[in-house]
Nanobody, 114 residues
Framework: QVQLVESGGGLVQPGGSLRLSCTAS????????MAWYRQNPGDERDVLAT???????DYAESVKGRFTISRDNAKNTVYLRMSSLKPEDTAVYYC????????WGQGTQVTVSS
């Protein structure tokens, strides 16, 4: 079965950095688009960054210039490097497939607070 497993969340101070990882199994990762989303309670789940199989990327305006999505096909892993973090970046972060059938990870909490 398909599994997407996120890791790397935690508590970070404003201005700090974190790198999230998402390791996939059960899909043909190298030909799959991937994405990172985030969600707070009561809010919609918003897409933050996408990366296609060819490595092309796109970002939401709210994170452009601060977040970087990348992938390592040898490890079936997609990353989200987050820098200059703000308290409003606090959320549960999810990875998901992008395009085709949708699969989700279980989410990882990121809290930005002093």
């Amino acid at each position: 079965q398909v599994q997407l497993v996120e890791s790397g969340g935690g508590l970070v101070q404003p201005g700090g950095s974190l790198r999230l990882s998402c390791t996939a199994s059960g899909i043909s990762f190298s030909v799959s688009g991937m994405a990172w989303y985030r969600q707070n309670p009561g809010d919609e789940r918003d897409v933050l960054a996408t990366i296609n199989a060819d490595g092309s990327t796109d970002y939401a305006e709210s994170v452009k210039g601060r977040f970087t999505i990348s992938r390592d096909n040898a490890k079936n892993t997609v990353y989200l490097r987050m820098s200059s973090l703000k308290p409003e970046d606090t959320a549960v972060y999810y990875c998901a497939t992008w395009g085709g059938r949708k699969y989700w990870g279980q989410g990882t909490q990121v809290t930005v607070s002093s």
